[in-house]
């Protein structure tokens, strides 16, 4: 069974940062683009960030500058450092991996959640 994990959430106060990690495990992790996304109470799931495998980065225009994704395929794990926190960060985070070249193939992790609150 492919497997996603994701760590790091909790509770922070305004202009603060935390790390999420992802780990996957029974995927090819290096040929998939990994994603996170969050989806805040009464909101639409959104994307976060994204990096290819090739290390290729996109962020969603409210999180450049402040966010930022990398992965270690060493340890088949994404990481998404997050700086500047607002309340309206606060919400699920969800990792996400996607491979589409052939064949589509998405998996999805159960999620972190993060509160951004004083």
């Known amino acids: 069974q492919v497997q996603l994990v994701e760590s790091g959430g909790g509770l922070v106060q305004p202009g603060g940062s935390l790390r999420l990690s992802c780990t996957a495990s029974?995927?090819?992790?290096?040929?998939?683009?990994m994603g996170w996304y969050r989806q805040a109470p009464g909101s639409q799931r959104e994307l976060v960030a994204r990096?290819?495998?090739?290390?290729?980065?996109n962020y969603a225009d409210s999180m450049k500058g402040r966010f930022t994704i990398s992965r270690d395929n060493a340890k088949n794990t994404v990481y998404l450092q997050m700086n500047s926190l607002k309340p309206e960060d606060t919400a699920v985070y969800y990792c996400n991996a996607y491979y589409d070249y052939l064949i589509v193939r998405e998996y999805w992790g159960k999620g972190t959640l993060v509160t951004v609150s004083s």
């Open positions: 029974r995927i090819n992790f290096n040929i998939y683009t």
């Open positions: 990096i290819t495998a090739g290390g290729t980065t």
